[in-house]
Each structure stands twice: as C-alpha cells, then as structure tokens.
Nanobody, 122 residues
Framework: QVQLVESGGGLVQAGGSLRLSCAASGFVFSMYAMGWHRQAPGKEREFVGAISNWSGSSTSYADSVKGRFTVSRDNAKNTVYLQMNSLKPEDTGVYYC??????????????WGQGTQVTVSS
C-alpha cells in the first residue's frame, strides 16, 4: 500500500533552516508529482510547494514561501524534500507531503503522510 513518511521537523529559531524529507513506498515514485502542505493550529491546511513527476523539472510554490523554500526529489531514494530557509514564526505548523498532484488544492492529492511538526521561535 502507499506510504508516505515525513521526517526532519523540529524546533528552530527564526532565520534558521530545516530540511524535511518524505520517504515514499508502495507506488512507482517517479511517475507521480508530489506536494507539500502545512497546517497551523486553528487554520486550514495550505499549499506550500510541489514538484512535477519524472525529473522534477517543474516546481510551484505558495507566495508566502517563494524564494525561501525549495522542493526537490530523488527518485533513486523514493524521497521528496522540502528545504526551508529563512524560517519565520508564521511557518510554524504540521507539514505534510502528499502524492499525485502539484496543485494548490489538497483535494487533488490521493495520499498523505502523517505529518511532521515544525516550530519556529521568535
């Protein structure tokens, strides 16, 4: 079955960096676009960024993270990454990876990981 397992979250000071990983299994990873979303307490889940399938030559980002976050993939390792730089307190939330689309719309994704907590202190 499809499994997505995020890791790499934690507590970081504002201005710091984190790299999240999402290890995928149960499907042909290279065939699928992958996305990252996040959810802050009391807020709806929101799109962060996504990467196209195969070579991952195309990426898209929410305006709030553009220029600070980078999505990448390693098909040999069945893993998608989210490099987060210049972190801000408003980046705090649970970060989820998702399979099957690179849309901002979470309903377009077929499978989700369990999430990893990112907390940015001011």
């Amino acid at each position: 079955q499809v499994q997505l397992v995020e890791s790499g979250g934690g507590l970081v000071q504002a201005g710091g960096s984190l790299r999240l990983s999402c290890a995928a299994s149960g499907f042909v990873f290279s065939m699928y676009a992958m996305g990252w979303h996040r959810q802050a307490p009391g807020k709806e889940r929101e799109f962060v960024g996504a990467i196209s399938n195969w070579s991952g030559s195309s990426t898209s980002y929410a305006d709030s993270v553009k220029g600070r976050f980078t999505v990448s993939r390693d098909n040999a390792k069945n893993t998608v990454y989210l490099q987060m730089n210049s972190l801000k307190p408003e980046d705090t939330g649970v970060y989820y990876c998702a399979q099957g689309s690179w849309s901002w719309d979470p309903n377009r994704y077929a499978y989700w990981g369990q999430g990893t907590q990112v907390t940015v202190s001011s």
